[in-house]
């Protein structure tokens, strides 16, 4: 698949990285000849230097053989500008960055295409999403709906109060009554290495574990976990006046109370205006800790530090925990930390890079898949597709398929309704299976569906 990616940015360079692993033929073209040399003698893919709104810089690029094109520079506009051009000039799906709540709008879905736009993302909005997930449930470090709900995907770290450590997940199936029904472990976080784990398989303490189940069994998981203890969050306390603050405190239930410090003034008066009056906006240094203190810290249920620098989100994250605030949330662009932040305990970790490219990996596949995410703590992958007629999944049992070790089946929808599935299940068509991988294997998972 030959795919353009415009914008040798954060998330155009992370993306670039990916995809160049899984042998994809990869163009990266920016038009600062220093951001591209950074990337270009470390990894399998080519780099052009010119404007994506250049017409000869995109058939430089080859954009007439392009399956797909990705413009995520951080201009909107140029964005917008970049697709419509690489669809007349013969690219066959584009794909582009914005930040323009509107443009997501299902009614202007079809005007975009028309002028040549297919896809559009907006990863602060889909961080937004992810930290109000995670905060409704303070007690998981990543949570995900599929189907409405009908299947919920939770990670949790393990502690010592978990009563399901130290057993094969055989014993445990045993043990437990209705276990099938009940959850199923798709990944297991262990240190640096990521398990998709069998019955041979143990959880151990401090182990981050991914279950997948339906939403009425949600507690079960919360007690077998030892999470009972964990507050629900009602007040939060954000540290950085960013766009993603500003979704999170939009996104927020109306039961949370919300408080943002930024030392930015002019940004202070620019929340007022585009925030209810439900969100206190407070001026002054997120550093301080007299201020934050001052201003109910300890009497906070979960603190969210958004600021563009990870030392200062990570360090702010171990303060506030210290201070007793159970539930910390940190951005963390620089993927390098993420295992640090981990390590340190910092309860969420939030990267936009790792969600964007989630969320446009799902346009390099054939098959009809509704949703890929990455797993930010694990080096793993999870896609939810639809069933067509006559693909492979269909014909054998689950046992029968033959899936590598490294790939396994979380659940399946079928009429609306989540079922944790054993080796005897027959897919249908139509049905919505959600799938688990270690990263760059999903294209394998795609021959059962396609």
């Known amino acids: 698949m030959k795919i353009i990616i415009a914008g040798a940015g954060n998330v ?43 017409i000869n810089g995109l058939k430089e690029a080859g954009i007439k053989e392009a399956d797909l094109f990705i413009a995520v520079t951080p201009d909107e506009s140029r964005n917008m500008t970049a697709c419509m051009l690489a669809t007349n000039l013969g690219a066959q799906k584009t794909v582009a960055r914005i930040d323009n709540y509107e443009y997501l709008l299902p009614k202007n879905k079809e005007f975009f295409n028309k002028l040549g736009v297919n896809s559009l993302i907006y990863p602060e909005m889909l961080a937004a999403k992810e930290i109000v997930s995670s905060m409704k449930m303070s007690w998981v470090r990543q949570s995900w709906e599929f189907c409405g709900g009908a299947l919920v995907l939770l990670g949790a770290k393990m502690r010592e109060t978990s009563s399901i450590l130290n057993k094969p997940l055989s014993k445990l199936k045993e043990d437990e009554e209705d276990f099938g029904k009940s959850y199923h472990v798709v990944a297991i976080k262990r240190g640096q290495h990521t398990i998709i784990p069998d019955g041979k398989d143990s959880i151990y303490l401090n182990d981050i574990v991914y ?79 007299d201020l934050l203190l001052e201003e109910g810290l300890t009497k906070m249920d979960a603190f969210v530090a958004l600021t563009d620098n990870a030392e200062t989100n990570i360090l702010a994250c171990l303060a506030a925990k210290r201070k007793g605030v159970e539930k910390t949330v940190a951005e963390v662009e620089n993927i390098d930390y993420i295992g640090m932040a981990e390590s340190l305990d910092i309860g969420t970790v939030i990267n936009k890079k790792v969600i964007a490219a989630g969320h446009i990996y799902q346009m390099m596949l054939d098959a009809d898949v509704n949703n890929v995410k990455s797993l930010t703590f694990a080096n793993a992958d999870v896609a939810e597709f639809t069933v067509k007629a006559g693909s492979k999944i269909t014909r054998h049992l689950i046992k029968d398929l033959k899936l590598q070790k490294s790939i396994t089946i979380g659940g399946v929808i079928r009429n609306g309704e989540g079922m944790l599935v054993d080796g005897n299940f027959l897919v249908q068509p139509g049905d919505h299976v959600v799938v688990f991988c270690l990263r760059t294997m999903i294209k394998k998972v795609e021959k059962y569906f396609s």
């Open 211 to 289: 279950f997948m189940t339906t939403r009425k069994l949600i507690p079960h998981i919360r007690q077998i976990a030892g999470k009972d203890n964990y507050p629900d969050v009602k007040r939060v306390m954000i540290m950085g006046g960013s766009r993603i603050a500003i979704r999170t405190a939009q996104y927020a239930p109306d039961y949370m109370e919300i408080k943002i410090v930024d030392n930015d003034l002019q940004r202070c008066n620019r929340l007022t205006e585009v925030l209810s009056d439900k969100v206190m906006i407070i001026n002054g240094d997120g550093r301080d800790m």
């Open 12 to 54: 155009g360079t992370h993306l670039a990285k990916l995809l160049s692993l899984e042998k994809q033929d990869i163009i990266l073209m920016d038009d600062d000849e220093e951001n591209l040399s950074m990337i270009s003698n470390s990894y399998d893919l080519m780099t052009v230097t010119a404007s994506p709104t250049s």
